[in-house]
């Protein structure tokens, strides 16, 4: 990689963001001469974005903080169709009232990072619904469509892998590309954008909207992607075995958000300081040469800067104490999530193994069960062995509730409703 002279690639480049630039030289001389507006597509399929979507999301913070002009293009339309791209199958479509709802709450995980209005270096927020679904097909087909070779298309591994495991992409799918391409030659039209930034399964995606600003308009646009981040271990980011791990307060909670990150890998520690909080890169150095028991303060440092860049300061601490009051004194903190169950419920009794399950601290009565073979599993603090163990009223504690522990790190708390 090149040593860049603006400021906003040499960030990428330090804190690790470039995988792939499309003509670094050209783009960096962009950057530095005048103040450029890069777009990341993110389409609606959930209420929230998750963990997985925080590196796309920090890039644009960069842009903005670098005095350049984010754009948040949201996939209203595309989103009635859904990315084939390295999926083993269709994604289930959604009505457009669930794209609708859906839109309101991603919108939500933006304003964190992101200062929106009209200014220069504001960032704006669109929906390619305002441009998609004004589409005349015959029109599109001759004015965009005669640009598209086929043959290059089904070149894309993205394509040739859905293909290749002889899985069914629907000519709706096959579209996807040519919508996406389009989206980029619009928001050039529109808004003078540039560059495309997205994970590096979007690269085939994005050289087609390149060419196509090329072939429409006789313009030079640019592509910038990421790797696809995984942990050291080879788990997807955005996920944990509770499920994923939104950005949105109502679908998980600060703490639970916090312990996430506190429970990074060793490995990656340095590696996600870079990429999710904007640490200066000598603390970020530093904090990665710890090792031992001194790895775990740099953790807790990573999950509280990522946690206050998110839901807050005030939040990130109190997530933080909640998780020292819980593991070194072992105090039953009021901020530990928590799940409602029918006191009739505890009135005749549940089944460990069921509460687990509810609780989501498994996702089935067999991988509870496999926990307490384990012993990994605790009630009020207490160890437990019997997987046909029943939780009753007599279980709850001074404060009213049941705490349920696996391992050390994860707790709900059960309260009778």
């Not at 993205?158 to 590309?177: A, G, I, P, T």
């Not at 592509?223 to 949105?248: E, F, H, I, R, Y």
């Not at 009739?344 to 069960?369: H, K, P, Q, Y």
Request: contains cysteine; glycine residues 10%.
């Amino acid at each position: 990689m090149s040593a860049f002279k603006s400021d906003f690639l040499r960030i990428m480049s330090e804190r690790g963001f470039i995988h792939q630039i499309s003509d670094e030289s050209a783009l960096d001389q962009l950057f530095a001469k005048e103040t450029v507006s890069a777009y990341i597509g993110f389409d609606a399929t959930a209420k929230s974005l998750h963990a997985g979507s925080l590196i796309q999301i920090m890039m644009l913070h960069w842009l903005q903080q670098t005095g350049h002009r984010p754009i948040a293009l949201m996939g209203g339309g595309t989103s009635m169709i859904g990315d084939p791209s390295f999926k083993d199958e269709a994604r289930k479509l959604l009505t457009p009232q669930d794209i609708d709802d859906n839109l309101v709450g991603i919108r939500r995980n933006f304003a964190p990072y992101l200062k929106f209005g009209s200014g220069p270096g504001d960032a704006v927020m669109v929906n390619n619904a305002d441009w998609l679904m004004q589409i005349n097909y015959v029109n599109f087909l001759r004015d965009v469509g005669r640009h598209f070779s086929v043959n290059r298309m089904l070149a894309f591994d993205s394509v040739k892998l859905r293909l290749d495991r002889e899985q069914s992409l629907s000519f709706l799918e096959f579209n996807y590309m040519i919508l996406q391409a389009y989206d980029f030659v619009e928001l050039y039209k529109r808004a003078g954008c540039r560059l495309q930034m997205g994970g590096s399964d979007q690269w085939g995606n994005i050289v087609n909207g390149i060419d196509l600003g090329h072939r429409m308009e006789g313009v030079q646009l640019f592509a910038m992607t990421t790797p696809l981040l995984t942990t050291s271990s080879g788990a997807k980011m955005g996920k944990s075995a509770s499920g994923a791990v939104w950005l949105d307060g109502d679908m998980l909670s600060p703490y639970e958000f916090w312990q996430y990150w506190r429970n990074t890998e060793d490995a990656d520690v340095g590696r996600f300081l870079k990429l999710y909080t904007t640490l200066p890169l000598d603390e970020v150095a530093r904090l990665a040469k710890l090792g031992g028991s001194e790895i775990n303060e740099a953790k807790k440092i990573l999950a509280t800067e990522i946690t206050a860049m998110l839901h807050g300061r005030e939040a990130a601490e109190t997530a933080s104490e909640t998780a020292r009051k819980t593991f070194e004194e072992g105090a039953l903190a009021d901020t530990l999530p928590s799940v409602e169950v029918a006191r009739s419920d505890l009135e005749t009794g549940i089944g460990i193994l069921a509460l687990f399950v509810s609780a989501g601290l498994a996702s089935s009565n067999g991988e509870a069960r496999r926990h307490i073979q384990g012993g990994a599993v605790r009630i009020n603090d207490q160890p437990l062995t019997d997987d046909r163990r029943v939780v009753t009223l007599q279980d709850l504690g001074p404060e009213g509730v049941v705490k349920l522990s696996l391992g050390k790190k994860k707790h709900v708390l059960v309260r009778p409703a």
